[in-house]
């Protein structure tokens, strides 16, 4: 499905699923043709579909720069022991050359996250849990979709946040409750903006009232997951129950202060 495709669906959607922002910084084109951004003192991997990176070359080319200012959406991967540090990493959607939309609504790190708060087992610090929006045309593919496929596409973004004093807790399962008799689960919409040195989002204002009420999302079934995850186990035989393949997306890098450029809007 297309991005423009999306929006106007998601638009005439009263609640949606959604995590997207602002992130301004000097790009990095790396030997294996791969995007890095550099926000702070820290390196982030930046993918990108064929177009939008052409048009990000085309456009510091035309320049002469590699300070930018981009919309992205957030991703990040955590791993099976919470104490392991989460990747921070995002999706290049579009490069700013007017303050129009989004660049115009949002400030440089600011961030909509419209989701499920929460906490997940992996992660100590709850969570904004960004799932796929429910389309039938999305539920057309899934059904002619492999299992591993699918889950892939299903896989949601768990994206870690410090609230204070949120007005409403996060969602916590109890192993030991029945489902009738688990807490509430609250769908948010808020502003947050991104903190690169804590590699972690902050509360910065609600968008909308928290609500009960969660949109129509996909999730991949338990059964797919195990099934998936049996197959991984197969081609890797020798690989540890629980152990957890690296990760090809980095870890941020801290970079020296002295080879720091003044990031734009700082």
Not at 53 to 73: G, Q
Not at 209 to 237: G, I, W
């Amino acid at each position: 499905m297309s991005e423009q495709v999306e929006q106007s669906q998601q638009q005439s959607q009263q609640n949606y699923f959604q995590a997207i922002g602002v992130i301004s910084g000097q790009i990095i084109f790396t030997e294996d043709k791969k995007l890095k951004i550099q926000i702070g003192r820290r390196e982030y991997a930046l993918f990108s579909k064929p177009q939008p990176f052409e048009a990000l070359k085309m456009h510091l080319k035309k320049r002469d720069a590699s300070e930018v200012s981009l919309l992205v959406y957030p991703k990040v991967i955590h791993f099976p022991k919470p104490e392991q540090p989460h990747q921070i990493y995002f999706q290049l959607l579009a490069h700013q050359e007017v303050s129009t939309g989004l660049f115009e609504e949002l400030n440089d790190g600011e961030f909509k996250l419209f989701g499920l708060w929460q906490f997940i087992p992996v992660c100590r610090t709850p969570c904004i849990s960004i799932f796929k929006n429910f389309h039938k045309d999305r539920l057309d593919f899934i059904k002619s979709a492999d299992t591993s496929l699918k889950v892939k596409f299903m896989k949601a973004s768990h994206l870690p946040i410090v609230w204070k004093d949120a007005i409403v807790p996060p969602f916590r399962f109890n192993p030991k409750l029945s489902k009738e008799e688990q807490a509430k689960r609250y769908f948010v919409q808020l502003k947050a903006k991104f903190n690169p040195d804590k590699n972690i989002f902050i509360f910065d204002s609600l968008m909308g009232l928290p609500t009960e009420e969660l949109p129509n999302f996909l999730k991949a079934s338990k059964t797919d997951k195990a099934t998936v995850a049996a197959e991984k186990r197969k081609s890797n035989p020798n690989k540890k129950p629980g152990a957890k393949k690296e990760s090809k997306t980095p870890l941020p890098k801290p970079i020296k202060k002295k080879a720091v450029p003044k990031t734009e809007g700082e």
